[in-house]
């Protein structure tokens, strides 16, 4: 299941949207906004659908995890709009027969997420500048 959202994310709806009967774990990654980026104190983050393929790909993503690990669930939820320090933007959750294969692809996600989404990211600085880029 992938969603993108302008809404908080709850985790725990991520993980129960994951679990399997026939698992073992559910592992997840939550991404948080962080107050500092490039040296600099973060205002806020924007994250924008920069070409409209980001469903298409965090689906291209999940199929991937889905070939390359033995799991039973892959559940990517992503938050676009303008998000704070501390929100919630990216939460991961692998359901998997055992913690090994679930911990590995949760990495590997969390790397493909970096590497192949199309969303376009503005980053606004307690000081006024403003960064933008992928």
């Known amino acids: 299941m992938i969603q993108i959202t302008d809404r908080p994310i709850s985790p725990e ?5 994951a679990k399997t ?3 073992g ?11 500092n980026s ?4 973060v205002y806020s983050v ?3 659908d920069a070409d409209g393929k980001a469903a298409e790909r965090l689906n291209e993503i999940a199929s991937e995890i889905g ?3 033995p799991v039973n669930n892959v559940v990517i939820y992503h938050r676009v709009g303008v998000l704070n320090v501390g929100d ?4 991961v959750a692998v359901a998997a027969a055992h ?25 606004t600085y307690l000081d006024g500048t403003i960064w933008e880029g992928h």
Do not use: Q, W
């Not at 490039?38 to 104190?41: A, I, P, T, V």
């Not at 913690?99 to 990211?121: H, N």
């Open 99 to 123: 913690r090994g294969e679930g911990l590995a692809a949760v990495g590997y996600a969390v790397d493909l997420f970096k590497e192949k989404l199309p969303t376009a990211k503005k980053e």
């Open 67 to 69: 070939r390359k690990y």
């Open 46 to 48: 924007e994250y924008t």
């Open 13 to 17: 709806d991520v993980v129960n949207h």
């Open 38 to 41: 490039r040296g600099k104190s």
């Open 88 to 91: 919630i933007n990216l939460v």
């Open 21 to 23: 009967p026939d698992s």
């Open 25 to 35: 774990c559910v592992v997840t990654y939550v991404g948080l906004i962080r107050d």
